[in-house]
């Protein structure tokens, strides 16, 4: 098990420190053995290891997820098809492998993932693995070892190898008592899942790590994120995917939510425009490490009925799923961005009805079973 050591003189350093992350001398970051990692203080943490004409060398874990095979797509469309790695311990689709870089790599295991950033002179790291919300409450254990043991090993190998390194974190980090109408950047945050729990522990690890180490962390708490061409990994917000797919199917949809329960969402492309905005935005401009983005917020109701602009004949009717209802009950109704947007510009561009629009063009309307019939 890692253990830190020099604990006094790290907590003297800290409480001297300005917060800003200078004037640090040497910071064990995690020790194993007689090989200690040290981040040493003359290293250029505000800016990445690659000079200004190259592009970064990018790794994204968790890769084979909702999100990443699409975050991949789009790096590589920036920075070339060989300079971003997909990973995942999941085997990839033969379209997926033969699309660009894959490897295997479990968060979990320190030494194969501190390798492979090493091997491939990794610069920017996106942490995309996790359990969601609804599969992290049926499974704690795993949850528990995957979003906090797993970013863990993240943070260190980040840091001891000074990345710029991208954690999602979700509307989820959010619960009860919050402010949910709306749920601003800074406010009280006890979520009641491990999901949420793990979240806002990565929010302020990395935080911390920027602060204390000069880690050039960045985090985007992201909205339920609806997109075509890839399976949400189980969380609270999938019943915005699955509607799409069900209406074009069989023309029948059942909700595992209340007709009436709001959520922040947002299209995949506007979710993935920001992330990249954030990862190359000018350090001067953050001021701060954590933003919510935010494009739209709609009931399962308001969804149904902008699909049945679509699918006339939708039939959809409501069976809620008790565990699911309880967490979407806790989680903000609408995301207040307005720091995101000062800050680096960021801009959704897709609103409800262009996201029914986008959806459908991609599943291809000529499937619908209304059109069938
Ligand atoms: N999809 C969404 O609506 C939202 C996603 N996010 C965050 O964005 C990130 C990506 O989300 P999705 O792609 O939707 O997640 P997902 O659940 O679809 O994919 C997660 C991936 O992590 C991988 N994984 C699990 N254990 C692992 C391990 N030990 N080592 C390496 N990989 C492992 C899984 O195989 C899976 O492919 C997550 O951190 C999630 O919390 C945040 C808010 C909303
Ligand atoms: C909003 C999220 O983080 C995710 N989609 C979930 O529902 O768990």
Wanted: glycine share 6%.
């Amino acid at each position: 098990m890692p253990i830190v050591k020099n604990v006094s003189r790290a907590v003297s350093q800290l409480l001297q420190s300005s917060g800003c992350g200078c004037g640090i001398s040497i910071v064990p970051v995690r020790c194993i053995g007689v090989s200690p990692r040290q981040v040493a203080s003359d290293a250029s943490f505000h800016s990445v290891s690659f000079s200004e004409s190259d592009h970064p060398r990018v790794l994204i874990t968790g890769g084979l997820g909702q999100l990443g095979v699409g975050l991949a797509k789009l790096l590589r469309k920036h920075f070339g098809k060989n300079n971003v790695i997909l990973s995942d311990i999941r085997k990839p689709a033969d379209s997926v492998f033969y699309s660009g870089p894959f490897i295997y790599a479990d968060i979990l295991d320190y030494k194969n993932l501190r390798e492979i950033v090493v091997n491939n002179r990794i610069t920017w790291l996106f942490h995309y693995s996790a359990l969601l919300s609804a599969v992290g409450e049926a499974n704690v254990p795993l949850a528990r070892a995957v979003n906090i043991t797993g970013l863990h090993n993240v943070l260190d190998i980040a840091a001891e190898h000074n990345l710029r390194l991208f954690v999602p974190s979700t509307i989820g980090a959010f619960g009860p008592t919050s402010p949910r109408d709306p749920t601003p950047d800074l406010c009280i945050q006890r979520p009641r899942t491990i999901y949420g729990v793990s979240k806002v522990h990565a929010e302020l690890m990395g935080e911390y790590y920027h602060y204390r180490y000069g880690l050039d962390f960045r985090c985007l708490r992201y909205p339920g994120i609806i997109s075509a061409d890839s399976q949400p990994g189980g969380g609270t917000t999938d019943y915005a995917v699955q509607i799409f797919h069900d209406a074009i199917k069989t023309g029948k949809f059942q909700c595992n939510l209340k007709p009436d329960t709001r959520l922040p969402m947002m299209y995949i492309d506007d979710c993935l425009k920001a992330t990249l905005e954030v990862m190359e935005a000018p350090a001067e401009a953050l001021s701060m490490r954590t933003y919510n983005i935010s494009a739209m917020s709609f009931t399962p109701e308001e969804l149904a009925q902008e699909v049945q602009k679509h699918v006339p004949e939708l039939q959809v009717t409501y069976n809620v799923d008790e565990v699911r209802q309880a967490i979407a009950d806790s989680w903000p109704m609408n995301f207040d961005d307005r720091n995101a947007r000062r800050d680096w510009g960021w801009k959704h561009d897709y609103d409800l009805p262009e996201l029914v629009t986008t959806m459908f063009s991609f599943l291809g309307s000529d499937s619908r079973i209304a059109q069938a019939n």
